[in-house]
Nanobody, 126 residues
Framework: QLVESGGGMVQAGASLRRSCTNP?????????MGWFRQAPGKERELVAA????????AYADSVKGRFTISRDNAANAMYLQMHSLRTTDTAVYYC????????????????????WGQGTQVTVSS
């Protein structure tokens, strides 16, 4: 129900911008959003999360200072700007949406999210 774009293969140090949109036009304005990733042999982990209002965000320690999550509720879109990519960022990345009545709340556990994108591979080579 969520559609992702912007994945691919890049070299270490490069940048990528991921997008997540909602073709069904379900308003993003009532959902907290997040980006997760899963590398081979590892559990799915939170990369970044953002509240409905966009005023609250959270990041995994491994991406702080390199990745930025943002959203445009009018466009029903969410973004993940990734800079200084490392080989350790290689994974399948998923966007997700969690219904909420609290505009300033975000969620850091996958179980809390109701809707998921299809997942897109990001490969960072050395």
């Amino acid at each position: 129900q969520l559609v992702e774009s912007g994945g691919g293969m890049v070299q270490a140090g490069a940048s990528l911008r991921r997008s997540c949109t909602n073709p069904a036009r379900r308003s993003f304005g009532s959902y907290a959003m997040g980006w997760f990733r899963q590398a081979p042999g590892k559990e799915r982990e939170l990369v970044a999360a953002i509240s409905w209002s966009g005023g609250s965000t959270a990041y995994a320690d491994s991406v702080k200072g390199r990745f930025t999550i943002s959203r445009d509720n009018a466009a029903n879109a969410m973004y993940l700007q990734m800079h200084s990519l490392r080989t350790t960022d290689t994974a399948v990345y998923y966007c997700a949406a969690a219904a909420t009545f609290n505009g300033d709340e975000y969620f850091d556990t996958a179980a809390r999210y109701n809707y998921w994108g299809q997942g897109t591979q990001v490969t960072v080579s050395s």
